[in-house]
Every structure is written in structure tokens, then in C-alpha cells.
């Protein structure tokens, strides 16, 4: 069984540019969901994505947006960086969408804004 | 908005010392979840509680959610180098799929 799997590791961007992160969901999950967690903070929810349909969303911007894929693997998309993007992305998958549902992590990407 | 208050923040102890770690909100949860994050990796799922009063045993961790479902505390026995890593509690309301997070205790412990 292959576990949650996420690309690229690492990430340096500037400004203003655009960004896009991947995740690969583990083996026989539907729901993915992607979280923001800053330096010395708990990961908070961005969005969740569930049969290829936006399921959910956190208090982030529109200028975060996603797509899930028919294999439910995803994508997470962030325009116009600011230096406060600047966080590790963690995505999480499960079979369905219910928190009584258990996540499974991946192990995030490092993006770094200058 | 719901907010998960650790503590402590910050931990330092010895092999072989207990500790107990406290998450804390005034608002009340329909479940709540304790995860363990190492450095470069994601959070790792510990444990579920779902019921006020409910105790979960988990070798020699050992989580408590409170009668009022509000908060909840882990307790480590006899805690190993190997149990460092931070700490987070995570809860949900209702059959909201939208978990709230803590800042996470960071726990370090020393051979």
C-alpha cells in the first residue's frame, strides 16, 4: 500500500509568482485535503477536495485554488505569492470526508516566499 | 471561530520522567483527535476520542476527554527519546469535516 506522497519537497519562489503543489493520495481514498502550517503553528485547513468536487474551504483567499483528478490525486494551486505563503503544505487523504474518517498525512512541501 | 488552546508550548524532560500535555477550548467538540508530528514529516493520527468522560489507552499514552467535551489532556508514562516530536490536538464540531488545529506542545526528550 502506497502512502501519501507529495511533490516537490522543497520550493523557493518570489512574489508574485505562482505556484503549483501535488499530491498523490494513498491507495483507495477519495478525499483529499490540503492544510497550511506555519512555522510554530498547527496546520490550518485550506480546502478539501472529494470525488473531484470542491468540498469545503478554510479562510484562505481565492487566489488558493485546487483540482482533484479522476485517480483523486490533487493539486494545489496558489497565484500572486506573498512573503506570508510561506509555509509547509501538507495534504491529507481518506475515504470520505467525515473527521471521523482517519487522515493519512503526506509528508508536506517546504515553499519559501522571497 | 473555534480555537484549541496547548500547553505547554515548549517541553524539555528527561528519559524515564511522566508529562502531561492540556488542550483547551470554550467551545465544545463532537470529537477531537491527538496527532504527533516529527520533523519533515506530516502529523501522525493517535488517537480519536468521541465521548465526554472517555479514556484512551495507547501503550503507555493515555488520553482523557473531558466530561463537557471542551478539552482534553495526554499523558505520557516513562516517556522515551523516541516520543519526541510535537504534539497536536485537532477538533471537529458536529459533522463538520473541517478540523480546528493547536499551535502543538514541542516535546523533546533527553537520553
Known amino acids: 500500500e502506497t502512502g501519501v506522497t507529495q511533490s516537490p519537497t522543497h520550493l523557493i519562489k518570489t512574489r508574485g509568482q505562482q505556484v503549483t503543489l501535488r499530491c498523490s493520495s494513498q491507495s483507495g481514498h477519495n478525499t483529499v485535503s490540503w492544510y497550511q502550517q506555519a512555522l510554530g503553528q498547527g496546520p490550518q485547513f485550506i480546502f478539501q477536495?472529494?470525488?473531484?468536487?470542491?468540498?469545503g474551504r478554510g479562510n484562505f483567499p481565492p487566489r488558493f485554488s485546487g483540482l482533484q483528478f479522476p485517480n483523486y490525486s490533487s493539486e494545489l494551486n496558489v497565484n500572486a505569492l506573498e512573503l506570508d505563503d510561506s509555509a509547509l503544505y501538507l495534504c491529507?487523504?481518506?475515504?470520505?470526508?467525515?473527521?471521523?474518517?482517519?487522515?493519512?498525512f503526506g509528508p508536506g512541501t517546504r515553499l519559501t516566499v522571497l | 471561530t473555534q480555537l484549541l488552546e496547548q500547553s505547554p508550548q515548549f517541553l524539555s524532560i528527561q528519559e524515564g520522567e511522566n508529562l502531561t500535555v492540556y488542550c483547551n477550548s470554550s467551545s465544545v467538540f463532537s470529537s477531537l483527535q491527538w496527532y504527533r508530528q516529527e520533523p519533515g514529516e506530516g502529523p501522525v493520527l493517535l488517537v480519536t476520542?468521541?465521548?465526554?468522560?472517555e479514556v484512551k489507552k495507547l501503550k503507555r499514552l493515555t488520553f482523557q476527554f473531558g466530561d463537557a467535551r471542551k478539552d482534553s489532556s495526554l499523558h505520557i508514562t516513562a516517556a522515551q527519546p523516541g516520543d519526541t516530536g510535537l504534539y497536536l490536538c485537532?477538533?471537529?464540531?458536529?459533522?463538520?469535516?473541517?478540523?480546528?488545529f493547536g499551535r502543538g506542545t514541542s516535546l523533546i526528550v533527553h537520553p
Open positions: 477536495y472529494y470525488r473531484e468536487e470542491e468540498n
Open positions: 485537532a477538533g471537529a464540531s458536529g459533522g463538520s469535516y473541517i478540523p480546528t
Open positions: 491529507a487523504s481518506s475515504f470520505g470526508t467525515s473527521t471521523y474518517n482517519e487522515q493519512f
Open positions: 476520542v468521541v465521548t465526554g468522560g
